[in-house]
């Protein structure tokens, strides 16, 4: 088996509780995350583990189906691709492997949060995934996905103080 692993983190100066709040809700990721064109199937707020949804890739028509495994509230949110990877819209296609997402939250310092993303692909040597599908894992795109989160988090009242 192929294993691809990209971890980006950033600081942000706002509780653990709203960062985990806003990067936890998939119905965001349109928002920051450059390769989710549409985010479907979601169940009410906020996710317990064991719920499902779907979100579309950068082309909108490969769909990834997530399945959450855990939610440990303020500090990790672990969700992994469940079914074929990019199947179509009827759940037909796509390809073997798997993709497991962690989300971790710490404390570094007074009203600081870590926030690590850590993505992990992994294809079968037999069934190796396109190219496009790696560029996900590219900490570029990671850290123009911080850089987005960070966006949004200065347009809602998350609850931290100015410096």
């Not at 960062?19 to 169940?43: F, I, R």
């Not at 190796?128 to 790696?134: A, G, N, V, W």
């Amino acid at each position: 088996m192929g294993i691809v692993t990209s971890t980006s983190e950033i600081a942000y100066a706002h509780p653990a509780e709203a960062v985990y709040d806003y990067v936890t809700n998939p119905a965001n990721w349109t928002k920051t995350y450059p390769g989710s064109a549409h985010v479907g199937k979601l169940p009410e707020l906020p996710l317990t583990v064991g719920d499902t949804w779907e979100e579309a890739g950068p082309d909108g028509e490969r769909i990834f189906s997530w399945q959450l495994a855990i939610a440990d509230r303020p500090s990790l949110f672990v969700f992994n691709s469940v079914g074929r990877l990019g199947h179509d819209r009827d759940g037909k296609g796509g390809l073997e492997g798997r993709i497991t997402v962690a989300y971790r939250f710490t404390r570094p310092g007074r009203e600081i949060t870590l926030f690590s993303r850590t993505m992990t692909i992994e294809a079968y040597k037999h069934a190796p995934l396109p190219d496009q599908l790696f560029q996900q894992a590219n900490p570029a795109r990671i850290d123009a996905y911080h850089e987005a989160v960070a966006r949004e988090l200065g347009e809602i009242d998350t609850g931290a103080r100015p410096a």
